[in-house]
């Protein structure tokens, strides 16, 4: 069965760097999407993407962040600068039509220390 | 804006008992409501959602619009329900689904 995979699975970093995760959404797919969880907290919608573009972004998602699909299969999330506050998990999700079912990875734990 | 509400952070029920997971939702327009479920080590996978009015795993879930709620429910609870429950809603065009705080379920033996 297809499925949403993310990298790394955790990445500790130092603050003030630079981060960048990727997911590999299910190939037949058209909607990608970033999602936040720190620790003990809710899961929080960072962005939506389709068709090359944003189409949603949350009051999260500031001038620190951005996506990219760089090619056919990948899509990423850059941090730029990462602050201690920047500690969560992140999710990566894909659906194949706007009002489908999202599909999530396993997550990519980021830690900035 | 849109908002979820799951009030309870910790719900614990003995096998063989109902179960009742409660969610709220604010939206101006028609909303469209889902339960997202994680079991341990697995990730987050849709267990159902209110168009499709359907019964997963002996898990249903009514729209009430003029209570603004999705309550999640089981009449007898197993120990493989444990895990936690996320509520969400989307526009209608599903473009920046929000979820509630979540609600963990034990069902103990």
């Known amino acids: 069965e297809p499925e949403v995979t993310q990298t790394p699975s955790h990445q500790v970093t130092q603050m003030g760097q630079e981060v960048i995760l990727r997911c590999v959404p299910i190939s037949n797919h058209l909607y990608f999407y970033w999602y936040r969880q720190i620790l003990g907290q809710k899961v929080e919608f960072l962005v939506s993407f389709y068709n090359n573009e944003i189409s949603e972004k949350s009051e999260i998602f500031d001038d620190q962040f951005s996506v990219e699909r760089p090619d056919g299969s990948n899509f990423t999330l850059k941090i730029r600068s990462t602050k201690l506050e920047d500690s969560a998990m992140y999710f990566c999700?894909?659906?194949?039509?706007?009002?489908?079912?999202?599909?999530f990875g396993e997550g990519s734990r980021l830690t900035v220390l | 804006a849109q908002r979820v509400t799951q009030p309870e952070k910790l719900l614990s029920v003995f096998k063989g008992a109902p179960v009742e997971l409660k969610c709220n939702y604010s939206?101006?327009?028609?909303?469209?409501l889902f339960w997202y479920v994680q079991y341990s080590r697995q990730r987050l996978q849709l267990l159902l959602r209110?168009?499709s009015r359907e019964s997963i795993k002996g898990f249903t879930a009514d729209l009430n619009k003029g209570e603004t709620s999705f309550h999640l429910k089981k009449p007898f609870a197993q120990e493989e329900d444990s895990a936690m429950y996320y509520c969400?809603?989307?526009?209608?065009?599903?473009?920046?689904?929000?979820f509630g705080a979540g609600t963990r379920l034990t069902v103990k033996p």
């Open positions: 939206y101006s327009g028609s909303p469209e």
């Open positions: 209110h168009i």
């Open positions: 969400a809603l989307s526009g209608y065009n599903n473009n920046d689904m929000r």
């Open positions: 999700a894909s659906s194949e039509k706007t009002t489908g079912e999202l599909f």
